[in-house]
Structures are given as structure tokens and as C-alpha cells.
Nanobody, 124 residues
Framework: QVQLVESGGGLVQAGGSLRLSCTAS????????MAWFRQAPGKERESVGT???????DYADSVKGRFTISRDNAKNTVYLQMNSLKPEDAAVYYC??????????????????WGQGTQVTVSS
């Protein structure tokens, strides 16, 4: 069982930056594929990006060049650095964890564990 706890959300002006953190319980964090998703009101949960155990990352086109995912396996923590934020980035952000192979890591349904979410609000 893995528990995920996000932090770092808040209110920021357009063009600003935020860093979200997600800390996991358990001793095998380094084996998990970690991902960030977001969900805006009235919209489906969408993938922001994924980071594999070795540090390889993949991002949604909408955030490429602005968002960076990293992980510190010693601290059981994954980060989402968000720069040049836009009003359309406002959402509840969730981290998720999966152990094992999947054909589609951008699909919310393949993840086994989820955090409670943290609100990001971007003012224009």
C-alpha cells in the first residue's frame, strides 16, 4: 500500500511559478512510475506528465517547455515545477503511482494510487 500526499498548491498570477510536491509512504518508491494529473471543473482528469524510476520524463503537449517533473527517490518525493503559468492551468493537481508496465501511462485508469489533490489557481 502506498499513500501519496501532495502539497504546494495555491494562488499565483499568470506568468508566475509554483512547485508541487508529492511524498509517498513505503520503501519501494523508486520502483514506481509516478505521474501528475490535473482536473479542472467540468473537465476530465488529464495527464500532465510522467516520470519513470530512472528519471526519464514525458509531458503533455500543453505543458511542454513550461513544466518539469523530477523525483528524489531518497526522499520518496516527486515534484512538479510549473513555470509561465496560464489561467488554463488552473485545476486540482493529483499525483499518482503505478508499479509495473503499462501501454499508456497517460491514462488515469492505469494508476494504482492517488493523492488527495492540491488546488492551483491562476489569476489573469
Amino acid at each position: 500500500q502506498v499513500q501519496l500526499v501532495e502539497s504546494g498548491g495555491g494562488l499565483v498570477q499568470a506568468g508566475g511559478s509554483l512547485r508541487l510536491s508529492c511524498t509517498a509512504s513505503g520503501r519501494t518508491f523508486s520502483n514506481y512510475v509516478m505521474a501528475w494529473f490535473r482536473q479542472a471543473p467540468g473537465k476530465e482528469r488529464e495527464s500532465v506528465g510522467t516520470i519513470w524510476s530512472g528519471g526519464i520524463t514525458d509531458y503533455a503537449d500543453s505543458v511542454k517547455g513550461r513544466f518539469t517533473i523530477s523525483r528524489d527517490n531518497a526522499k520518496n518525493t516527486v515534484y512538479l515545477q510549473m513555470n509561465s503559468l496560464k489561467p488554463e492551468d488552473a485545476a486540482v493537481y493529483y499525483c499518482a503511482a503505478r508499479l509495473g508496465y503499462s501501454r499508456d501511462y497517460s491514462s488515469a485508469g492505469v494508476y494504482d494510487y492517488w493523492g488527495q489533490g492540491t488546488q492551483v489557481t491562476v489569476s489573469s
